[in-house]
């Protein structure tokens, strides 16, 4: 089963860790689980994170991965650490307008700006 | 050119979340025979597995002896989609609106807020155990600051 698991790829850059979620639809609860498996892992294993998370790939999510997004904000923060988003597709964005995520969530347009964000604030 | 003839049908699936899957897809296919844009097909994918998951897990509560119920007729001008569960039912207006105070960094409760954002018409039985949505071809949606009437 682990081949219809949706996966991450992971890359640092810049002192930042960039997460890329690497499937264009992320809708159910198993993939869901699979995905804050991934990315907790990689928050686990740092502490004071500078965290991007990539949506080049996705097209399409359910309410389900908003929440998912949440829980990692908070799990990033009380690491002392930072996340951002970046290459949010249009229709995606969308999204994150309607829920007023865009208040909650920094949202760069692409990985460049989105590691140099970090070095800007220090 | 797209087909003119109106496309109904009564579909009954399982409790269990990826049973949305060919129906979904189906339904989806039709609207792209029939001229829907990407804007459309989008709405009505987003609406239809948030309306199948509330289904499933606040409705039938992933009972596997108990179904969920998917009509839809698609013509040239519009999709309209009931999805009724065999549980007891909801109020809507019960729901608290997440985009505002702490709810706002709430991970859950935004399924009723997108659906009823993305399709023109969304309501809910008497009881709550069933959804009526309609999206009308290339017909914007609101303004997010004004969307989320349920």
Known sequence: MAAIQPRVSVEYREGATVVAFTD?????????RALRESV?????????????????????????????????SKR????????????????????????RLTNVFEIYEDVNSATQ?????? | MASEAPIQCSIVVES????????CRQILAVMREKGFSKDDVFAVHLALEEAFLNAVKHGNKMDPSKTVT?????DPEKVEIRIQDQGSGFNPQTVPDPRVGENLYRPEGRGLLLMSAYMHVFEYNERGNGVHMIRYKDRPIPAPGDAGQV
């Not at chain 1, 964000?117 to 220090?122: G, V």
């Open chain 2, 16 to 23: 269990k979340p990826s049973a949305m899957s060919d129906p």
């Open chain 1, 40 to 72: 907790e892992a990689v928050i686990e294993q740092a502490g004071g994170l500078h965290l991007v998370l990539d949506f080049r790939h996705v097209r399409f999510l359910s309410s389900a991965v908003l929440g998912l997004l949440i829980r990692i």
């Open chain 1, 76 to 99: 990033v923060s009380e690491q002392g650490g930072q996340l951002k988003l970046c290459n949010i597709h249009p229709g995606i964005y969308e999204v994150f307008k309607i829920t």
């Open chain 1, 24 to 32: 264009d639809k992320i809708l159910e609860d198993t993939d869901v």
């Open chain 2, 70 to 74: 998917i009509d839809y007729a698609i």
């Open chain 1, 117 to 122: 964000s970090f070095s800007d604030r220090q």
